[in-house]
């Protein structure tokens, strides 16, 4: 799964919240939480591109993920490179679909895929995936969440708000297959991938809580039912 995790607030961050106390006369009092947020009226347009159209735009997406990842140029070369390697993977399987968010330049994505039961199974699946699911899949009513990428507001403001933009892909990549749940595995120590998500609504499967890490080399994290 790829999600790029909350992160601690940045030098300028802190600055940009403080600046206020360093300026003579009396403070300004700090805006509400209403005011901070981002507005649902005014977000970003979400929509789906093509096969063709990943291909025209694989430079642009990988810039985004390079910028929304962190770390040093070296970082984002290694990083870019590893995210558009698996993403060449993905979008080859049947059904798969990337969602871009935009404004006037593209902000966020998410891409995955339906799973079937009598299909090819995505890597690391086979045995961490419980038996209710495994219905859904052979239904045709489960969808892997192969990625969620959005700018650091979305993944430290509003979480639980219908219009967070991470829940408004996630949603939309489910509704657009049908699909009665997501699925998605996480590595066993990414604590920051896994608590990103459940603050966008998933949950652990049953048995597994966030002191007690899984077995195998991954968590399984489902959306939905």
């Known amino acids: 799964m ?41 977000g970003e347009r979400v929509r789906p591109l093509t096969r063709r159209q990943i291909e025209d735009r694989l430079q642009e997406l990988g810039d985004l993920y390079a910028e929304t990842s962190g770390g040093g140029p070296w970082a984002w070369n290694q990083a870019r490179g590893a995210f558009l390697r698996r993403l060449a993977v993905d979008v080859r399987r049947p059904g798969f679909e990337l969602l871009i968010a935009e404004t006037t330049v593209l902000t966020g994505c998410a891409h995955g895929f339906p799973i079937r039961g009598d299909g090819p199974r995505w890597e690391g699946f086979d045995g961490y995936i419980p038996g209710s699911l495994l219905r859904l899949a052979a239904a045709e009513r489960l969808f892997v969440v192969s990625g969620i990428l959005v700018p650091p507001r979305v993944r430290r403001q509003y979480q639980n708000r219908a219009w967070n933009l991470a829940r408004r892909l996630q949603r939309r990549l489910l509704a657009d297959h049908g699909a009665a749940a997501g699925v998605t595995l996480v590595d066993r120590f990414d604590d920051r991938t896994a608590e990103a ?3 966008w609504g998933w949950r652990y499967v049953d048995g597994d809580t966030p002191r007690t ?13």
Not at 27 to 40: F, I, M, N, V
């Open 2 to 42: 790829t999600v790029n995790a909350p992160v601690r607030p940045t030098t300028s961050d802190l600055i940009g919240r403080h600046a206020g106390r360093d300026r003579p006369g009396p403070l300004k009092p700090l805006p509400t939480e209403r005011e901070r947020g981002s507005s649902p009226r005014t």
């Open 197 to 199: 998500l459940r603050s």
């Open 213 to 225: 890490p899984p077995l195998g080399p991954f968590r399984v994290l489902v959306l939905g039912s």
